[in-house]
């Protein structure tokens, strides 16, 4: 069974920092493409982070230079560190892995985890 488990979410002031988890079960974690996304209220989910299997970044023009994605194998766990955080960085955050094999792709995603900026 596949499972993808976010934790980490929190209340946090302005320009504070916090430490998203995604550990993941049930699947070969090294095969695996992983993002965080987000939603807002009233918004559509946006694709935040992404780290291809083979380790290359991408990162959404507003997280970029204060959020960094990261995954360590042997735990098969995907972070994402945000720093600097801004009111509109409130959102519950996703995690997904993604994979193709054999023409055919496979999606996961966890429940999400709140995170919640404030002052």
């Known amino acids: 069974q596949v499972q993808f488990v976010e934790s980490g979410g929190d209340l946090v002031q302005p320009g504070g920092s916090l430490r998203l988890s995604c550990a993941a079960s049930g699947i070969i974690f090294s095969f695996y493409n992983m993002a965080w996304y987000r939603q807002a209220p009233g918004k559509q989910r946006e694709l935040v982070a992404s780290?291809?299997?083979?380790?290359?970044?991408t990162y959404a023009d507003s997280v970029k230079g204060r959020f960094t994605i990261s995954s360590d194998a042997r735990k098969s766990t995907t972070y994402l560190q945000m720093n600097s955080l801004k009111l509109e960085d409130t959102a519950v955050y996703y995690c997904?892995?993604?994979?193709?094999?054999?023409?055919?792709?496979?999606?996961?995603w966890g429940q999400g985890t709140q995170v919640t900026v404030s002052s």
């Open positions: 997904k892995g993604d994979r193709i094999q054999l023409g055919k792709r496979y999606d996961y």
């Open positions: 780290i291809a299997s083979g380790g290359t970044t």
